[in-house]
């Protein structure tokens, strides 16, 4: 079982992803079941970019590249398809996952209902055979988890069906909404996300800022199919063992505050978090003269305690905010999975997070709130019971 970072610093796309596993060890062979259900051929060649050895691919059917292929497939259709491809259940519950993001993005993107949504672009069978093909690779290197740094999406503005947009494009926007990694812009005027990688990330990635510390086993490097002057336009796939716990820089901020309504100590969390907190915690006390009062602990990144430190003060009218600089937390290694659930004749898939130790023995796993309380309100279930139906089956999966 690996780790892998994808290192974005040129974006990703689905063609992209499908090279740099390749890349990093994958085995060619095992989208052989892809090609057949589709009528489709992954091409692959080995090119130098900016002195950089990487793979590409293409997808083809009769010699001839897919490419702008426009589809009129819903989520049902293509779910449809991927399921009458010869891979496993695994896989398939990855690809629909995949699918499932894509669908809800452009649904939001569009005002309407996911029922009511074709997938044009990335209903196409070129698109399929990139997340169904990226599904197979990632079983076939057994991926562990998969740690993605800040990506880069590039500036300027992007063709689509009904015109002309800025980069990013309004569904990769929507995608790293629901991301627990980060954009930036640039390098170059040209799209580098693509709603199909984003949404690759935005399933099987967790965000970190920076690579963390990583037993590096292999590199590989997936070319896309624009020439950039100057820069090697490649997607970076490191694969390699990390160690359980990491030791992640904080700034721990505390400072105590007695004459501050609930409805205030109530909305920290949230205002704090948007300026990079990390955590927040709030614990009744006693203060002098015997009044009530709260501790205020905030854990934050050294570069980000200036700017929550200033919104604390601002917030709570806190006259001082303590600092213990230098000091460090412990990551446990975690993951997001997908647990699909029946409820009603009606099948909802429900992201959950895994904790486990460097052997891989999982010690952990909940599910996420957010997810659970969607499918809570559809069913009219309460929302523990839905994380309990979902954590139950989960164990069963992933801790015998």
């Known amino acids: 079982m690996v780790t892998l970072v994808f290192d974005g610093k040129m974006g990703a796309s689905g063609d992209m992803i499908i090279a740099a596993l390749l890349g990093v060890g994958a085995n060619a062979e095992v989208l052989s079941p892809i090609e057949e259900g589709l009528g489709v ?61 894509l669908g809800e993005a452009e649904a939001e993107v569009h005002g309407k209902r996911l029922e009511e949504i074709h997938l044009h672009e990335v209903g196409a069978d070129d698109a399929i055979a990139d997340i169904v093909g990226t599904c197979v690779l990632m079983e076939d290197l057994g991926v562990k988890s998969v740690i993605v740094p800040p990506v880069s999406v ?92 990491e030791k992640d820089e904080i700034v721990l901020l505390e400072t105590n505050i007695d004459d501050v309504s609930p409805e205030v100590i109530g909305n920290l969390y949230e205002v704090l978090v948007e300026e990079g907190a990390r955590d927040v915690t709030v614990i009744p006390a006693m203060m002098k003269k015997s009044r009530p009062g709260h501790i205020v602990k905030v854990v934050v990144k050294p570069e980000n305690a200036d700017r929550v430190a200033q919104r604390l003060a601002e917030e709570t009218g806190t006259l001082g905010i303590r600092e213990s600089p230098g000091t460090h937390r412990w990551i446990a290694s975690r993951k997001m999975e997908q647990i699909s659930v029946e409820i009603e004749d009606k099948t909802y898939a429900i992201a959950i997070k895994i904790a486990s130790g460097k052997e891989g023995k999982v010690y952990n796993i909940s599910a996420e709130y957010e997810d659970a309380a969607k499918v809570a309100r559809e069913v009219n279930w309460p929302v523990r019971r839905i994380i309990g139906l979902v954590e139950e089956k989960a164990r069963e999966k992933w801790m015998q």
Not at 83 to 96: F, M, W
Not at 225 to 230: F, M
């Open 41 to 101: 051929k992954y091409d692959i060649e080995e090119l130098v970019e900016q002195g950089i050895a990487a793979k590409q691919v293409r997808v083809t059917r009769g010699g001839k590249v897919i490419e702008g292929e426009r589809s009129s497939k819903n989520l049902k259709d293509i779910i449809k398809v991927v399921e009458s491809l010869s891979i496993s259940e695994k896989v398939a519950s990855d690809a629909v996952g995949i699918f499932q993001l």
């Open 154 to 245: 590039g500036e300027g503005t992007v063709k689509m069906q009904h015109g002309e947009y800025p980069i990013p494009a309004p569904a990769v926007l929507v995608l790293a909404k629901n991301a627990t990694w980060s954009i930036r812009g640039g390098p170059v005027e040209r799209e580098l996300l693509t709603p199909t990688g984003a949404a690759i990330l935005v399933y099987f990635g967790e965000g970190v800022e920076r690579i963390p510390p990583l037993e590096v086993m292999r590199t590989g490097y997936g070319m896309g199919h624009h020439k950039i002057e100057g820069v090697a336009n490649i997607l970076r796939v490191i694969s390699g063992e990390m160690k359980n716990l």
